[in-house]
C-alpha cells in the first residue's frame, strides 16, 4: 500500500519553463489536493478535486492548473514558472463523506525557479 | 486575523517535560486536524476530532467546539517528538492549516 506518491522530489527550473508535478494514491480516495508550503506560512490551497472529471480552485490557482481524469491521478502543471512559485509542494487526499476521513499527505516536491 | 490561530509558535522543552499546543479557530467546522512534520520531512496526521478527546500513545488531542479551540499535549516528551505540528480546520471539502508550532525538546 503506497498511499500518496508524489513525483519528483526535487526540480530547478528556469523562469519561463513548464513542468507537471505527479501525484498518485492508491487508496480509492475521492478527495484530492495541492497545497504550497512557504517558509514560515500555512500550507496554503492551490487546487482540489472532490472526484474524477471534477476540479476547483483554491487560495492560490494563478500560474497553476490541475485534470483529474481518474481518481487515482491528480497532476498539477506549472505553466510559464515563476521565481515566486519557489516552493515546497504537497499532494494529499481522503475519503469523501459526511465526516470525511483521515488526510494523507504525499512527501512533497521541493521545486526551485531561478 | 487568521482563520486558525496555533500558539505557541516556538516551543522549547527539556525531555519528559509535559507539552501543550493550542488551536483556536473561528469559522465553522465538521473536523479538526493534528498534523506532524518532521525536519525536511513529510507530513502525517496524528489525529482527526469533531468532539471530545481523542489519545494514541503519549499524545492527547482535544477540542472545545463552543469555545472553537484545540489542544495537543504530549506527555513524557522526547527528542523525537522535535517536529512541527500544524492544527487544520474545515467542512467536508476543503481545510484551513494553521502556521504551525515548531517543538524542540532537548535531551
Known amino acids: 500500500n503506497a498511499g500518496v506518491t508524489q513525483t519528483p522530489k526535487f526540480r530547478i527550473l528556469k523562469i519561463g519553463q513548464s513542468m507537471t508535478l505527479q501525484c498518485a494514491q492508491d487508496?480509492?480516495?475521492?478527495?484530492m489536493y495541492w497545497y504550497r508550503q512557504d517558509p514560515g506560512m500555512g500550507l496554503k490551497l492551490i487546487y482540489y478535486?472532490?472526484?474524477?472529471?471534477?476540479?476547483d480552485k483554491g487560495e492560490v490557482p494563478n500560474g497553476y492548473n490541475v485534470s483529474r481524469s481518474t481518481t487515482e491521478d491528480f497532476p498539477l502543471r506549472l505553466e510559464l514558472a515563476a521565481p515566486s512559485q519557489t516552493s515546497v509542494y504537497f499532494c494529499?487526499?481522503?475519503?469523501?463523506?459526511?465526516?470525511?476521513?483521515?488526510?494523507?499527505f504525499g512527501e512533497g516536491s521541493r521545486l526551485t525557479v531561478l | 486575523k487568521n482563520e486558525v490561530e496555533q500558539s505557541p509558535q516556538n516551543l522549547t522543552a527539556q525531555e519528559g517535560e509535559f507539552i501543550t499546543i493550542n488551536c483556536s479557530y473561528s469559522?465553522?467546522?465538521?473536523?479538526l486536524h493534528w498534523l506532524q512534520q518532521h525536519p525536511g520531512g513529510g507530513i502525517v496526521s496524528l489525529f482527526m476530532?469533531?468532539?471530545g478527546k481523542k489519545k494514541h500513545g503519549r499524545l492527547i488531542a482535544t477540542i472545545n467546539i463552543q469555545e472553537k479551540h484545540s489542544s495537543l499535549h504530549i506527555t513524557a516528551s522526547h527528542p523525537r517528538d522535535s517536529a512541527v505540528y500544524i492544527c487544520?480546520?474545515?467542512?467536508?471539502?476543503?481545510?484551513?492549516f494553521g502556521k504551525g508550532t515548531k517543538l524542540t525538546v532537548n535531551p
Open positions: 469559522v465553522g467546522i465538521s473536523a
Open positions: 478535486s472532490v472526484g474524477a472529471g471534477i476540479t
Open positions: 476530532l469533531s468532539s
Open positions: 487544520a480546520v474545515g467542512g467536508s471539502e476543503k481545510l484551513v
Open positions: 494529499a487526499s481522503r475519503n469523501r463523506g459526511f465526516s470525511p476521513g483521515e488526510l494523507f
Open positions: 487508496m480509492n480516495h475521492n478527495y
